[in-house]
């Protein structure tokens, strides 16, 4: 079956860096992927998105520290995260849009998520 398995997250301190990975198995294709995260008491945010031509798209609060990238080949994305901050505490997901087997519809997947905590 389709699984989404993200690693990567951990503790660090303010204005270091982490790297997230996503990796997708059980596969047919995989399209756009994207990364969201979501804070204690809040709701999931989008972060930031990358197409299969390698198209990207950030929101404005991460748009200068974060870097997404992917390999298709591997059907795996990243999330490369700089100057962290404290804000950025979150619980870290992957969310890909998937066409699981052939002549099945494409359908968006989630990750389990993985804790990023920025503490000095």
């Known amino acids: 079956q389709v699984q989404l398995v993200e690693s990567g997250g951990g503790l660090v301190q303010p204005g270091g860096s982490l790297t997230l990975s996503c990796a997708a198995s059980?596969?047919?294709?995989?399209?756009?992927m994207r990364w969201y995260r979501q804070a204690p008491g809040k709701q999931r945010e989008f972060l930031t998105s990358?197409?299969?031509?390698?198209?990207?798209n950030y929101t404005d609060s991460v748009k200068d520290r974060f870097t997404i990238t992917r390999d298709n080949a591997k059907s795996t994305v990243w999330l490369q995260m700089n100057n962290l901050k404290p804000d950025d505490t979150a619980v870290y997901y992957c969310?890909?849009?998937?066409?699981?087997?052939?002549?099945?519809?494409?359908?968006?997947?989630w990750g389990q998520g993985t804790q990023v905590t920025v503490s000095s």
């Open positions: 059980g596969i047919f294709s995989i399209n756009t």
């Open positions: 990358i197409t299969s031509s390698w198209t990207t």
């Open positions: 969310n890909a849009d998937i066409v699981p087997a052939v002549g099945r519809p494409m359908t968006a997947y």
